[in-house]
């Protein structure tokens, strides 16, 4: 079973920055793709951001291009989501994902999700 834990979301203004991080349980984290979605109130879950096992390659979201950035430390089995000039239309519930494979939106495993919300 594959834990994923969210966590640094919070209150922020516009502009402002912030940096997710995701924990995850599973000892072959570091062999699995894995990406970042989100769901704003009232809205359909959309893709964030995607990476490799390696971290060779990422994808984003058009709506987060130029803004955030995902990464990962393997040696701490963590995933990061580095978001900057943050807009009120970023505030959703964010999800650490195991992708099924590298380009795709389908998901093996989700977190529980940690609320962000840009305030104008």
């Known amino acids: 079973q594959v834990q994923l834990v969210e966590s640094g979301g919070g209150l922020v203004q516009a502009g402002d920055s912030l940096k997710l991080s995701c924990a995850a349980s599973v000892r072959t984290f570091r062999l699995h793709a894995m990406g970042w979605f989100r769901q704003a109130p009232g809205k359909e879950r959309e893709f964030v951001a995607g990476i490799t096992w390696n971290g060779d390659s990422t994808d984003y979201g058009n709506s987060v291009k130029g803004r955030f950035t995902v990464s990962r430390d393997n040696t701490k089995n963590t995933l990061y989501l580095q978001m900057n000039s943050l807009k009120p239309e970023d505030t959703a519930v964010y999800y650490c994902?195991?992708?099924?494979?590298?380009?795709?939106?389908?998901?093996?495993?989700w977190g529980k999700g940690t609320l962000v919300t840009v305030s104008s």
């Open positions: 994902a195991k992708l099924m494979h590298y380009g795709t939106r389908n998901v093996e495993y």
